[in-house]
C-alpha cells in the first residue's frame, strides 16, 4: 500500500511564526530544512533548542516526532505527538503520526482509535483512509479493509491500481483465492506498466501451480526491470523445476544481488548447488540461512546432507543431532546421522539411530502431518507492501538549502549503521576536547571555572568524554609545559596546583604513572582538592582498563591473587569518586564514572542509581542516558532501557537509534 504521509502532514500543519530570546522561526525553518536533507539527528537539536524557548508551542513536539519516526524511535515519537496534542488537541496529523508509531508499537487499538480522531477532521482523506486500511489487515479486521477500500476505488473511480492490489492482498489474506486472482487480474488491466502487479499476479499463479501463466507473468514483472527479489526467486523455482539450472543459478544470484539477506534466495541456490554437486558452495550458502535465522532447521538439514557428502562428519553429525533435539520425531534425521556414523564407523551409534528411525516410522500416525522440517525449495511470497512501513520516507522540507551544520557520517537513518555496543565513556579534565554539535549539553562545573579563572594556565581545563588526539607537534608543547613545571615544583615542592597541572600534562601525553604521582602529591598538600581527587581516579580507571587488557606476560599467572589486585585498584577507584563526591555533591561526572565503574562490575543495580543521580543534576545529561539505558537492558528492563535510549538519541547520542532498532529486531525475532 503506496502511502505518502509526510508531505501530507506538512502541509495540514502549517508553522505560525514566533519569536523568542532565539529566533525561533528560524530555527524552526533550519529544524525542517534538515529534516529535508534527511539530517534527522540534527532536525531534533533544532527542535529541542525551540521546545527549550517555547514548550508552549505544539508544533516542534510535532515536527521532532517526524524525525524520530525516520530514526525508528517510535516510543519517543509517541511521547512527542501526545505533547503536541495536549497543546493543541484540533491536530489531525499529529493523530495521523502517533497512529503510525502506534502501529510500530504494536499498539492497534489506539492507533485506529488515532486514525478515527483524525478522520473527525478529514473525512474522506484518502492517506488517511489508507494507513487504517492497513491498521485494519494487521488487525485481521478484513470486511473494514475491503469497506475503505472500496471508499477509495469509488473516489478514484476505479483507475488506481495499487488499490486493486490491496484488495487482492485482503482477499487472499481472507482465504479468498479467486477473489485475489480477479483483483490482480484488474491491477493489470488497470496499469499493465506496473512491474508489482505482474509479480503478485505471477506469485499467486505459481502458488495455485499455474506454472505456464506464473513464469509469462514473472518475466513481464522482471522485463519491467523489478527490484524485488521475489520475482528472481520464483523464476528462479520455475527453472529449477523445468532443469533449467543456467537461468536458475542467473535468477538466484539476480535474487541475492538485490536482497543478500534473503533466506530464500540463499536456501534455493544452495538446493540447486547441492543438485549439481558443488557442495562446498551450497554449505556457504546454507551457512548464510543459518547465519541470518539461527532457528531455521530446512537449512540445518541441507547442510548435514551436504557436509555428509564432503566427509566433514563431525559437523554432519552436530547439525542432525540439533534438529532431533528440536523434532525428535523426524525420521529422516536419525537415518542422517546414522550414516555420517556409519561412515566414522562408529557401528553402535548409526545401530542406535537407526532402530530410532525404524521405530518413528513404524508408529507414525495413519493421517501425515505437516512434516517438522521441508526438506523442498521454497517459493518467495507475495511482494511485502513494505511502501506501508515506509510511510515517512516522503520529502519532509518544501523548500530550503542544506544547513552548513550537517554532519555527513551521521545523517539519514544512521539507526542502520551498526555500532559497538558500550558505555559512553569516562569524563576527564583536559585541555582539548573534540567538538560535536549534535550534543548541546554545556559541560560546565562552577568549580572548574573557577579553577581555570585563579590560576594562569596555558588554556582554560574543559570537562570531556571525547577526547582528541595529540600531534606530534601538540605533544611538544606538552612536554614543554612538564618540563617548566618541574623546574618551578624543584623551586617550591608545596604547591599543589603545580603538581595537579603537571599531572595533567602527564596524562595527556598519556603517562599515567608520573600523572598518578602527581595527582597523588596534590592530595597530600591539599586534602580538599576535589579535581585532583577526580583525576586521580580516572588516571587510575585507565591504567586498571590497560592491565585488564594487556595482561603482563610476566605477571604471576595465580587467579586469586590477579583477583586481588584488580578488587584492590577498583576499590582505591570508588574511594576516589566517592570522595570527589563528598568533596562536591552537585559534580555531576564524578556519579557518571563511578555509574561506568560499576557498570563494569555488573553491579547494574547501583550503577543506574549513579547515573540516575548524574541526570538529577544534569537534566540533560545525554551520555548518562545512555548509560543507563544500557544498564537497564543488561538487567532486562527493556521498557525503561528503551526509553533512555529514546531520550539519549534526542538529546544527540545518535548511536541510541541503532541499539533501539536491534532491541527491536530481536524483540520481533527477526
Known sequence: MKIKLLGFLLLIIPFSGVSAQINTDRVMAIGQNALYFQDYVLAIQYFNQVIAAKPYLPEPYFYRAIAKIQLEDYLGAEADCSSALQLNPFMPGAYYARAFARVKLNDLKDAESDLAKSLEYNPDNPDLLRIRIWVYELEKKYDQALTDISTLIKQNKGEDSQLAMDK?????????????????????????????????????????????????????????????AGDYINRGLLDYWNKNYRGAFADYDKAIELDDQSLTAHFNRGMLRTEVGDLNNAILDFDKVIQLAPQNYDAYYQRAMAETQTGALSQAIQDFTKIIERYPDFPPAYWGRAHAKQLMHDDKGAYLDQEMAQKLEKDKPKEPKKPDVNTSAKIAANKPAEAKAAIFNSVLARTGKSSNDSQGEIRGAIQNINVDITNEPNFVLSFYSKENPLKRLNYFYEGLDMFNRQNDLSAPLKITNNEIALTSDMAQVHFAAIKSLTTQIDAD?????????????????????????????????????????????????????????????????????????????????????????????????????????????????????NFTQAIKLQPDFAEAYYNRGLAYLYINDTKDGVADLSKAGELGIYQAYNVMKRIAESSSGQ
Open 168 to 228: 487482492g492482498q485482503i482477499l487472499l489474506e481472507k482465504g479468498d483465492t479467486l477473489g485475489a486472482m480477479h483483483s490482480f487480474t484488474t491491477a493489470v488491466t488497470i496499469d499493465s506498466t506496473k512491474s508489482y502487479v505482474w509479480s503478485a499476479l505471477g506469485t499467486l499463479r505459481l502458488q495455485m501451480h499455474d506454472n505456464t501463466d506464473a513464469l509469462h507473468d514473472l518475466n513481464k514483472a522482471i522485463a519491467l526491470k523489478s527490484t524485488y
Open 493 to 609: 615542592s608545596t604547591n599543589a596546583v603545580e603538581y595537579f597541572i603537571r599531572g595533567i600534562n602527564y596524562a595527556t601525553v598519556q603517562d599515567y604513572a608520573n600523572a598518578l604521582n602527581d595527582f597523588s602529591h596534590a592530595i597530600k598538600l591539599n586534602p580538599r582538592f576535589m579535581l585532583a581527587y577526580f583525576c586521580r581516579a580516572n588516571t587510575l580507571y585507565k591504567l586498571l582498563d590497560f592491565k585488564m587488557n594487556n595482561p603482563d606476560p610476566n605477571a604471576p599467572k595465580d587467579k586469586e591473587l590477579l583477583d586481588k589486585i584488580y578488587k584492590h585498584d577498583f576499590d582505591v577507584i570508588l574511594e576516589d569518586y566517592n570522595k570527589t563526591i563528598d568533596l562536591a555533591p552537585k559534580f555531576a561526572f564524578s556519579y557518571f564514572n563511578e555509574g561506568n565503574l560499576l557498570s563494569q562490575e555488573k553491579d547494574f543495580q547501583t550503577a543506574i542509581d
